[in-house]
């Protein structure tokens, strides 16, 4: 397992491709690994994850969908590796980047960045084949990094002008 090959695995179709459509056919391509590319999958995964794990990005997610746990930001994070590589590394430089996404999965008209269970598919298959569990790695530090965003509007238009264009509040 390469990072090439991760990148590839985990990258959309189409930008308005439904989360359970990822979440199927990413689980449909790691039951064709060995069990030992789904440890590298699953560390290159958690490796990726954490890179996201920030004030920054979550301030992005709050723009967009009003996330507020971190379960849906963890939710939001695997919607960004799904937009792959060139977006993913885009986006942690500078989140407000998201704003340029011009196609957006949506659920109700409404955009929906989130990929349930993203994370746990290379786990869930390794258990099935095995009856054992791949070794725990966390996808954030105990807090995400930086500086906590501030939800006042006129802060968050001048921290995030694209996303608060683009998602007004």
């Not at 179709?13 to 440890?39: C, F, G, I, V, Y």
């Not at 298959?125 to 725990?136: I, K, N, Q």
């Amino acid at each position: 397992m390469t990072e090439t090959h991760f990148w590839a695995l985990v990258t959309r179709d189409k930008p308005e491709q439904s989360s359970a459509d990822l979440t199927l056919n990413l689980r449909q391509q790691l039951e064709n690994l060995d069990d030992e590319a789904l440890k590298v999958f699953d560390k290159i995964l958690g490796q990726q994850l954490r890179r996201s794990y920030s004030w920054s990005i979550w301030g992005a997610a709050y723009i967009v969908t009003g996330c507020d746990s971190d379960d849906a930001f963890t939710e939001f994070r695997c919607f960004l590796l799904s937009l792959g590589q060139q977006w993913y590394n885009k986006i942690i430089a500078n989140p407000d980047s998201l704003g340029e996404l011009e196609h957006w999965p949506l659920v109700d008209d409404y955009a929906y960045p989130f990929v349930e269970d993203y994370d746990l598919i290379a786990g869930q298959v390794y258990e099935d084949r095995t009856g054992l569990e791949l070794p725990f790695l966390p996808s954030g530090h105990s807090t995400p990094e930086g500086k906590k965003f501030s939800t006042k509007p006129k802060i968050m238009r001048q921290t995030y002008p694209l996303l608060s264009a683009r998602f007004p509040f």
